[in-house]
């Protein structure tokens, strides 16, 4: 048996040719008793719809993360867009002294008050796109003085996009599907 699979844009050429077929095999071509060539092959034909159009994949709310496969990551907030009702974040990843990036990747990196620069950014040219899991939770942490705790409270992605430059390292906890669920701000004194 022959399975021929056809998108539907293909079904007006393969039902023309389904209806030509039908013709010949009614009209007695190639289907008499006395036919020498034996018995017709059978077709079945499956039609399966074809693959979500991407913007069609960003209504249903599946929007791709650049970093799938990591726990935490730690950089700064470049822009924030609507991508098909999901908040996308475009970030500049960083890295952070002593500790490599599969670390930080995998367990995050410490983030407490500080009057150095522990973070660098070294590539501003490579950015990364992270959707914002739907109730993420942003903390924002400012320094009082070295030496005591900082003081946190609740805040918004859209606080945090306009974070005063000391302050504006964030270190992001991801999902399972790359999307951050949290994020705490760098308190640099």
């Not at 021929?4 to 077929?21: E, N, Q």
């Not at 950089?75 to 002593?98: K, M, Q, Y």
């Not at 302050?167 to 308190?187: C, W, Y």
Request: net charge positive; charged share 15%; glycine share 10%.
């Amino acid at each position: 048996m022959t399975t021929i699979t056809c998108t539907p844009s293909a079904h007006r050429a393969v039902a023309g040719l389904f209806a030509t077929l039908a013709v010949a095999l009614l009209s007695g071509c190639g289907g008499g008793a006395g036919s020498s060539t034996g018995p017709m092959p059978v077709v079945t034909m499956t039609a399966s719809p074809p693959p979500p159009a991407p913007a069609a994949a960003r209504r249903a709310g599946v929007v791709k993360s650049d970093v799938v496969g990591r726990k935490f990551d730690l950089g700064t907030i470049i822009s924030v867009e609507d991508d098909g009702g999901t908040t996308v974040v475009t970030f500049d990843r960083w890295t952070a002294r002593g500790v490599a990036d599969s670390t930080v990747a995998a367990k995050g990196t410490p983030i407490g008050v500080h009057d150095d620069a522990p973070y660098r950014n070294l590539n501003s040219q490579i950015t990364y796109r992270i959707p914002v899991a739907q109730g993420a939770v942003f903390t924002y942490r400012h320094c009082v003085a070295i030496g005591q705790p900082p003081v946190q409270k609740s805040s918004t992605l859209e606080d945090f996009t306009r974070l005063p430059n000391p302050e504006k390292v964030i270190l992001l906890t991801l999902d399972q599907h790359g999307r951050v669920f949290s994020a705490q701000n760098d308190p640099a004194c």
